[in-house]
């Protein structure tokens, strides 16, 4: 199994706030999605290998509209499918279930096709910047587990993620001295006013001002294999703690599977922090600003005028 570094996306979700297929939407000059720009810019970060997390369900147009794509730009492309009977043995889907299991174990499903190779995790339908690629890419190839797992996180200041047409949900990071990851704090509810940037947790009755350099997660992370090992140790668990009282909707997300080998003092998260615009399509207003915006990026030069690849 190759050790470099591979990408591995999640593109399994349908974005229920933005509606319809996030994932390739044409929203580049040439009718590129967004994905097709992380695609971009993690090749000529390099990133040789990919593996696509989806349904069996968007499997032939995801297929079609970003595997040929990725297939072009020179990666070798690999695919995992998140099922929700994809589960430990013991336990089986409760009737009316439809809601994935979680990020975590978007990563389960995933585990063939990741095998023995360090890897970056991003979602597919946020463009994180050229920046924050080249980081986790080197850091993966620069480091290995020791005594401690050698995991790390792109972080994002603040500013440079908010939306200027509703509310976003963003995990706010707090770091120690050596630039590790001490917690992260999930804030539901954040948004711009003229005064700054502000969160609520009482549905917008009340407001607390945040720093906008404050360093944000957008699920750019970077993981060595132990990450999988961990999650796999921890989901059964999770499943009997968590099917009882919520069988419909409970997730087993990434973060807490770094939130507990943190709290185990299993790991070091290193926090790489980018300087890069995070732009994505949380609301269906976010989009004409973000087709702007990479028409000027391509104008600049950062990206190619007629097509990516």
Not at 139 to 164: E, I, P, Q
Request: proline share 5%; with cysteine; hydrophobic share 40%.
């Amino acid at each position: 199994m190759n050790t470099k570094p591979i990408l591995v996306v999640m593109a399994a979700g349908m974005g229920s706030r933005y509606g319809g297929l996030k994932q390739i939407d044409p929203v580049g000059p040439s009718g590129e999605a967004i994905l097709d720009y992380s695609l971009y810019d993690a090749r000529r970060a390099g990133f040789e290998t990919v593996v696509f997390i989806i349904k069996h369900e968007i499997e032939q147009a995801f297929k079609e509209a970003v595997g040929a794509r990725a297939l072009r730009a020179g990666f070798e492309v690999r695919y995992a499918y998140q099922q929700l009977d994809k589960l430990p043995e013991g336990f089986t889907v409760p009737e009316g279930r439809v809601k994935p299991w979680g990020t975590a174990h978007a990563i389960l499903v995933a585990e063939e096709a990741i095998g023995d190779a360090p890897f970056a995790v991003i979602n597919a339908d946020d463009y994180y910047g050229p920046q924050g690629f080249r980081l986790v890419y080197d850091y993966l190839c620069s480091h290995a587990d020791g005594d401690r797992f050698a995991w790390s996180m792109v972080g994002f200041l603040l500013k440079n993620t908010v939306s200027a047409n509703g509310s976003v949900s963003r995990g706010v990071c707090v770091t120690d001295a050596a630039g590790n990851l001490s917690s992260v704090t999930e804030r539901t509810c954040i948004a711009p006013y003229a005064g700054g940037i502000h969160y609520s947790e009482d549905g917008g009755e009340t407001w607390t001002d945040l720093d906008e350099n404050s360093v944000v997660s957008m699920n750019l992370w970077g993981f060595t294999p132990a990450y999988v090992a961990q999650a796999k140790a921890g989901f059964a668990e999770f499943l009997r703690e968590n099917l009882p009282v919520n069988p419909l909707k409970c997730e087993y997300y990434l973060p807490s599977v770094v939130t507990a080998a943190l709290q185990d003092g299993k790991a070091d998260v290193r926090v790489l922090t980018s300087t890069d615009k995070w732009h994505g399509i949380t609301y269906r207003e976010d989009k004409p600003e973000l087709v702007a915006a990479l028409q000027q990026m391509s104008a600049q030069g950062l990206y190619p005028t007629d097509r990516l690849f």
